[in-house]
């Protein structure tokens, strides 16, 4: 961009932004140039049976009658460690698959959890409803003997009072 900017400030009927304009567009035109130059010589290498892949046949193992052929394609690093990003990358990969089955793992468990204790409080809710439903029937019997009794004891006193009477 600056080689570009540089060629195109040499003209004074162009204002700066049209400089700038015309010093992308060159830039753009010359890394399409080498683009297209890289293809090229990856090309040649290809047809050449050189370069970074190479295409091995080799003779199917599982077939019995030796016919079956198979084509594999073997990649050459040309530096020790050119590769090491794939690498890299696969294995934060299966890192991030991991972590993930661990946390869907720990989800379903706390789901499992959850409907336990749910389970086990609403146990407990009946359990507790039914020994209070128990304590109020209780309740409401000796409230209703005391009534009868009273109400016993107030006939009682109404006959003796009439008996008083007469």
């Known amino acids: 961009m600056a080689g570009a900017f540089t060629i195109v400030g040499r003209s004074p009927y162009l204002t700066t932004?049209?400089?700038l304009v015309q010093a992308r567009v060159y830039a753009q035109g010359?890394?399409?140039a080498v683009v297209i130059a890289s293809l090229a010589f990856e090309?040649?290498?290809s047809a050449q049976g050189k370069g970074r892949w190479?295409?091995?046949k080799y003779i199917d193992p599982n077939d019995p009658e030796h016919k079956h052929i198979i084509e594999?394609?073997?990649h050459h690093e040309k530096y020790k460690g050119e590769d090491q990003w794939m690498d890299m990358v696969e294995a934060e990969e299966q890192r991030l698959k991991e972590r993930k089955e661990a946390h869907e793992e720990h989800e379903n468990k706390s789901k499992k959890d959850h409907h336990k204790e749910k389970k086990q409080n609403t146990s407990s809710d009946k359990a507790s409803e039914h020994h209070q439903a128990k304590e109020d029937a209780a309740a409401k019997k000796e409230d209703e003997h005391k009534?009868?009794?009273e109400d016993h004891s107030s006939k009682a006193k109404d006959a003796e009072e009439s008996k008083n009477k007469k």
Do not use: Y
Request: glycine fraction near 6%; proline fraction near 0%; hydrophobic fraction near 30%.
């Open 54 to 56: 190479e295409t091995v």
């Open 147 to 149: 009534d009868k009794k």
């Open 30 to 32: 010359l890394t399409m």
């Open 17 to 19: 932004q049209q400089k």
């Open 43 to 45: 090309g040649v290498d």
């Open 72 to 74: 594999k394609k073997i």
